[in-house]
T-cell receptor
């Protein structure tokens, strides 16, 4: 099946620094990718929709200036957590699908971010 | 709007016990329904899915039937194993890419 690769799987950073997370579709082109965040013991919540060649669409309550999304090619989307704070510590996961309708998406392995 | 309500955990079962995790949904139109599994330290893996009413998804001994009349998609397995210990997420999607997830149910199977 289709593969989505996410990197890094774990990252620890200091408060105030920025962290970039990459999401790649390895064997298909993805015009749209999705970024989710999972708080401890809670479900995954959609943060934003990443659109190739255009601006990302953010869900209500998600700070677009803090969570920068760049979808520069059909196989790569990046999420940059800027000026990270401990409350940004979470599990971030991306998804993408090779077709538009009526199929499942493929999820990356996720990134565990810890801000100290 | 679209939402998924999932049975809260954690659930602890003995090996070979019967498992049911309840899931109901609210959606406009006719979504596809999914169960994803997250093993410790890993990302989400698709467990099974159903794309229309009365469809039954099945995989690895797990089953779920898309019930439009009760807007449900309950997950069942007749005999759980220790290796089934994980967090299970019910989800719906109308577009095939954007998902709405339940809160997840943690399952622990003890020998």
């Amino acid at each position: 099946g289709a593969v989505v690769s996410q990197h890094p799987s774990r990252v620890i950073c200091k408060s105030g620094t920025s962290v970039k997370i990459e999401c790649r579709s390895l064997d298909f082109q993805a015009t749209t990718m999705f970024w989710y965040r999972q708080f401890p013991k809670q479900s995954l919540m959609l943060m934003a929709t990443s659109n190739e060649g255009s601006k990302a669409t953010y869900e209500q309550g998600v700070e677009k200036d803090k969570f920068l999304i760049n979808h520069a090619s059909l196989t790569l989307s990046t999420l940059t957590v800027t000026s990270a704070h401990p409350e940004d510590s979470s599990f971030y996961i991306c998804s993408a699908g090779p077709r538009v309708t009526n199929t499942e998406a493929f999820f990356g392995q996720g990134t565990r971010l810890t801000v100290v | 709007g679209n939402s998924v309500t999932q049975m809260e955990g954690p659930v602890t079962l003995s090996e070979e016990a019967f498992l049911t995790i309840n899931c109901t949904y609210t959606a406009t139109g006719y979504p596809s329904l999914f169960w994803y599994v997250q093993y410790p330290g890993e990302g989400l893996q698709l467990l099974l899915k159903a794309t229309k009413a009365d469809d039954k998804g099945s995989n690895k001994g797990f089953e779920a039937t898309y019930r439009k009349e009760t807007t449900s998609f309950h997950l069942e397995k007749g005999s759980v194993q220790v290796s089934d210990s994980a967090v299970y997420f019910c989800a719906l999607s109308r577009t095939g890419n954007q998902f709405y997830f339940g809160t997840g149910t943690s399952l622990t199977v003890i020998p």
